[in-house]
Each structure stands twice: as C-alpha cells, then as structure tokens.
C-alpha cells in the first residue's frame, strides 16, 4: 500500500527535460504503470524483497518519469525496513530533500541525484550511520533554479557520523561554506565526486589519496588549489578515476604517477600544471584517457607513451610541447580521438598514423609540422589548420575517407591553391562543416553542384581570394553558415 501510494503521489510524464540526451543512451525506464493492487509487489518493476520475512528491503526507481512535488511526509517513509533506495533521474520539480529520509534507518545506499531537488540538504538525513553509499548531485543544467547547498559543519558532521560511507556523490552541489580540509577527513572513502562544488581554498589532496580510494573528481572548482602529491606504493594503491580539471592545480607531474597500476582515466586540463610527462607515463598500462590539454605542459612526449595499449583518448591541446610526434604513437590502435591542436610540435606527423585504424577525431591544427605522409582511413574530424608543409599539399591523402563529416584546412602553405574538385573528388559525400579560410581557392569549377556533400550546413571560405560567389552554394540545403568576408566577391544586381 506504501508503495501505491507513493506512486499516487506523482503523475508519470515523459522523461524530465533537463536530462541530457546521453542519459537514454543507458538508462531504461522502470515500469511503475506495472504496479497494481492484484500482484505481489516484491515481483514490481524495481522493487527488491527479503527472500526470508517478504518485506521491501530495496525500491529502484531511477529514471521512472516521476513528476512532481516531493511530500515532507511521504508514504515512502513508512517502508522502514528498506536497505537500497534510488530515486535519481526523476523530477521533482525543485522540491527541497525531506529530512524524513532519516526515519529510513537501515538504509544502505541512498541515490537522489539529478531529480530536481533543491534548497539546503538537512544534516538530519547524516543520521543515517549505515550508509555505504550517499548521492546528491544536483541537476547539471538548471541553471535558473536554486542549487542544492549545505552549510556548515556538514561535511564534519558526515564524517563523524557516516563513518561506514564509502561513495559519496555531491556534484553540483554548493559546498563553499565548507573549507577543503573537511573534505580531507573523509578518509575512509572509496569514490568522492564533487563536480562544479565552487569549492576554494587549498585542498591537502594527499589525505584523499588512501590506499584503498578508486574515483576522485574534483573538476570544475577553479579556485581549488591543490598539487599531485608523491604516489609511492603506500597510497592510491587501486585509484582507477582522477579528474583534476579546470581546478588551480599546480606544480609538475611527479615520476611517481608510474605507480598508478590501476588508473584508466587521468584527467587534468585546464590548470596550471607545469613541467614534462614524466617517462613513468608509459607504466600505465590500463590507462583509456589521458586528457592533459589547455594547461602549462612543456617539452617532448615521451616514446613510453606508445607503451599505453589502452588508450583510446589523448588529448595535449593548448601546451607548450615541442618536438616530434613519437612514432610509438602507431603502437596505440585503440586510439579514437587524439588532440595535439595549439602546441609547438614540429617535424613530420609519423607515416604509420594511418595504422590507427579506430581513430575518428584528428586535431594537428596551430603547429610547426612541415610534412604529412600519412593517409587516413576512418576519420570523422580531421583539423589542419596552420599546417605549414614545405611542399604543395597532397589533397589526395583525403580521398579515402567516406566518413569524414568535418575538415578545417585553412591557413595551408603560401604556395597551395585549392581546386574543389581536386580536393573533394566524388568521395567526401558525408561533410557537413568545411574549414578553407585564408587559401588561395581555384575559381575553376566553382559553380559545380557535385562536388560538395549534400549534407553541408557550414562553410568558411573566408581571405581566399575569390572574386564571384559560389554558385554551389545554391545548392545545399542544409547550409545555416556561411564565412565569405575579406574576399572580392562583386555585387552583380
């Protein structure tokens, strides 16, 4: 009857639409217009039973389509034998949390996040002392509702009291009345994420960095100061997660980040990390994304990098790096997106780049490369911008790429003109954005209606030394953008 009840207490619409799209990508809705009166409810779409007494011990309701105002004394709070409770990704249309969730207390993992609630997180509900597992995150792209905030001393509070807590999920959430030490004392956490939690101050992160912790995300806190503490075998024996970017974390990369067996995500873009990728890099060995761009790197990358057979994401835009691309690099044939876009690399870009068979997203824009060798196969995004060879360039390494939806060329070498057909041939039929700005540009053939994919929708032509309009231009459909200025197209009335 409690669980009727509750569903009574919402109408069933669509899905909320603050959800990003990526969310139905892998969560299925449970079927709460399953539930009736006639049929036991332990065999209810997301409702768990004890096998011995029959009562509700577990109540998954993630995703369900549940909208409404969330009651202060909801009938939920009546299932008081209940171990699991997952209410994330519903809305509650800005309800602030009840602090009658404490009345749950055998509760061992409690979910609320992103389900539109708001206003102060009751430090009532930190009476929760069986709690393994805490989230509430707030809604990521509400931005006009009143955020999920605590106030102090809530996370000393946490600490004394959910001394069982082992994941503890708060993105979104504001903590900055908090100061960073406090969340130095959750010390006995497996996984904290606190994504966007306007944190500041100066963060001792080796306190966090336990050896039995496995996901950290401190991202998007710009004024958290922090730095990569020495990793010697007595911390972060199992850390699999670490996301430090947009944050003000400084000082190098120690040798020591080799002794991160385990890691698969290394993310720290957007800070002020300085210094080389340590050698050690290459240790390791299960690491899938290794995103360091937009910071303060310098130097050469290491050979050892081609040791990390795992990756599939490498991104180093927006460094000072220098020198030649490692041809190591072919090792990685699990490669999809690689950025090395706005460094000061030089040299020829490696040959056997085009062994890469799974690469789709391509950035070698804004250096000093003077010769390609390569020709690509399934690339989707591919950006050569400021791609200065010493020769005129080879259109022809494009031909094999059907897939290719975007390609920047612009800014190519002073003694490179561009013929349309040449360059497009009858193979590039899928792109839709087309970079040639500040090319000389052939006018032969410009009023062809073939050459160009039927699914273009942005073209940038512009300083390319065109004097007529291109009449193909007429011809797509899908075309919203389009950059001709700084050329000396006539108006003809």
Known sequence: DALLEFKSEFELR??????????YDYLVPVDVNSWANSSDCCYWDGITCDVTSGVVIGVDLTFSCLHGHFKPNSSLFGLRHLQDLNLAYNDFNASPIPSGFNKLMGLRRLNLSHSWFSGQIPPENLHLTKLVSLGLSSCFNLSQSRPLFIEKPFLVQLAQNLTKLRHLYMSYVNISPEIPQMISNLTSLRSIHLHKCHLFGRLPLNALL??????????????????????????SLVLVYLDLSETSLSGNIPDSIGNLKHLN??????????????????SLSHLTSLILSSSKLSGSLPSSIGNLSYLNTLSLSSNNFAGEIPSSIQNLNRLTYVDVGNNEFTGTLPPNINSLSNLEYFDASLNFFIHIQTKFVNLVYLDLTYFKTQEPFDFGIFWHLKLLKVLFLSHLNATTTIDLNILLSSHLKSLTTLGLSGNHVSPRNMSSVSILSSQLNRLEMSDCGITRFPEFIRTQQYMSIINLSNNGIKYRS
Do not use: C, H, R
């Open 14 to 23: 669509n899905p909320p639409e603050f959800l990003d799209e990526f969310i």
């Open 210 to 235: 336990s050896p039995a912790i496995k996901s950290i995300d401190l991202s998007t806190n710009p004024y958290l100061e922090s730095y990569l503490p020495e990793l010697n075998g007595s911390n």
């Open 265 to 282: 995500v290394l993310k720290i873009q957007d800070s002020n990390i300085t210094g080389k990728i340590p050698i050690s890099i290459g």
